[in-house]
C-alpha cells in the first residue's frame, strides 16, 4: 500500500454500500484518495451526479470538484478500474457464485501488491476467494449499514489463508477515517453485527407474530429503552453495570432464571414455510403492518434518521 495513503481506491458496484464508502474514502483527511467507481450500468454518470452528493458531507469537495481533479472517476471497465488500484473494494450481489467469478478477474488485473476487500453480508472470504491464486489477498471489511456514519467495521480474513501483514494495512487505513475496525478471530455466517441484529429481529418478529405488541410498538420499545442504553455502552458493560458490585455474576445470580426462561422461550419464526419452501404466511401479514405504520420511506426519511444518527455519534464517541 503506498506510503502517507496516497491512494487508489476501485469501488466496485455503485449501490447503497458502494457509494457510502466512495463517499467516505472522498473524504479523507489526506485529501490524496482518488476513487474509481466501476458499474456497468448504462447510466452510471447520471446516477452518479444525482445520488453520490447526498453522501459526501459538508466538508468533502463538491462533485464537480472531485471529477475536475481526478479524484474521482467512473469506469465500465473493470479491467481499467483495478489495474492501477491500490485498493479494490467489492460491493456486487450477494451471489456466491458471482463473486467466485469475479475475484479472479480482478486479482489477474491488478497489482500484485493490491489488497482485496469484500463489503459481503455474509459469504466468508475463504469461499468468495476459493478460485483465487493467493486468496490471503482477500479480506471481508463488513460495515453497518451506512458506512460512511457508522463507525465499526468487522475484519475478517479468510481461516485458512489470513495474512497479518494485509489484515495491519487495512486496520491501519481504515483507523485514518476514525473507524473502528473490528478483526474477528474466525469466519461465522453473517459475522457479528448481522447476528445480533437479527437475534433481536427475530425475537422482535416473533412478538409481533404472536399479537403481543405491534411492529410500531416494537420500534418505540427499542428506541426509548435498549437503543439508547447499548449506544452509550454495550450489553456485557450495561449488565456487569447492572449486577452492582458483584458486577455481571452478580447480574445473572439476581435474574438468572428469568434470562434462561426468556431463552427458553425465544421465537423461531422461519423465513419459509415447511419442504415446500414457500414464503411464510406472515411475511405478508407483516410488511402490510410495517408499511401501514411508516408508508413508503422517502428521502426526507432517510436524512433525518443519518442526521440523528450523526448526533448520537458525535455525543458517545465525543467526535
Known amino acids: 500500500m503506498a506510503d502517507g495513503y496516497n491512494l487508489c481506491i476501485a469501488v466496485i458496484g455503485s449501490g447503497t454500500i458502494g457509494l457510502s464508502f466512495a463517499a467516505l474514502h472522498l473524504s479523507h483527511p489526506s485529501k490524496n484518495i482518488k476513487v474509481i467507481i466501476y458499474d456497468p450500468r448504462p447510466d452510471l454518470n447520471e446516477y452518479i451526479e444525482s445520488t453520490l452528493p447526498g453522501y459526501l458531507n459538508a466538508t468533502s469537495p463538491s462533485l464537480s470538484s472531485l471529477r475536475a481533479s481526478n479524484r474521482l472517476v467512473l469506469s465500465s471497465s473493470l479491467v481499467s478500474a483495478v489495474e492501477s488500484a491500490d485498493v479494490v473494494q467489492e460491493q456486487g ?64 480474513p479468510p481461516d485458512q489463508h489470513a495474512s497479518k501483514a494485509y489484515i495491519d494495512k487495512t486496520v491501519s487505513y481504515w483507523r485514518t477515517l476514525n473507524r473502528n475496525p473490528v478483526i474477528l478471530k474466525e469466519e461465522i455466517t453473517g459475522f457479528v453485527a448481522n447476528r ?29 429503552s435498549m437503543g439508547p442504553r447499548w449506544a452509550v455502552k454495550g450489553p456485557f458493560w450495561s449488565y456487569h453495570a447492572g449486577g452492582g458490585e458483584k458486577g455481571l455474576s452478580g447480574f445473572l445470580d439476581k435474574i438468572g432464571e428469568t434470562v434462561q426462561a ?58
Not at 411492529?215 to 428506541?223: C, G, K, L, S
Not at 419452501?277 to 443519518?306: C, P, S, T
Open 93 to 156: 450481489p450477494e451471489n456466491v457464485s458471482f463473486k467466485q467469478s469475479l475475484w479472479p478477474q480482478i486479482e489477474a488485473a491488478a497489482s500484485p501488491s493490491a489488497l482485496f476487500w469484500s463489503s459481503t453480508s455474509g459469504i466468508p472470504a475463504s469461499i468468495q476467494g476459493a478460485n483465487m491464486q493467493a486468496p490471503y489477498r482477500l479480506l471481508i471489511v463488513h460495515p453497518f449499514n451506512p458506512p460512511h456514519i457508522m463507525p465499526v467495521l468487522e475484519i475478517v
Open 196 to 224: 445480533l441484529s437479527f437475534a433481536l429481529f427475530r425475537e422482535a418478529i416473533h412478538l409481533v407474530n404472536q399479537g403481543v405488541v405491534t411492529a410500531e410498538e416494537v420500534d418505540r420499545i427499542v428506541e426509548e
Open 262 to 319: 426468556c431463552w427458553d422461550d425465544a421465537g423461531t419464526p422461519e423465513l419459509r414455510d415447511g419442504e415446500d419452501g414457500k414464503e411464510a404466511a406472515w411475511r405478508k401479514a407483516l410488511g402490510e403492518q410495517v408499511e401501514g405504520a411508516y408508508g413508503v420511506l422517502q428521502e426526507r426519511d432517510l436524512r433525518e434518521r443519518d442526521e440523528k444518527t450523526r448526533s448520537v455519534l458525535e455525543i458517545t464517541r465525543g467526535d
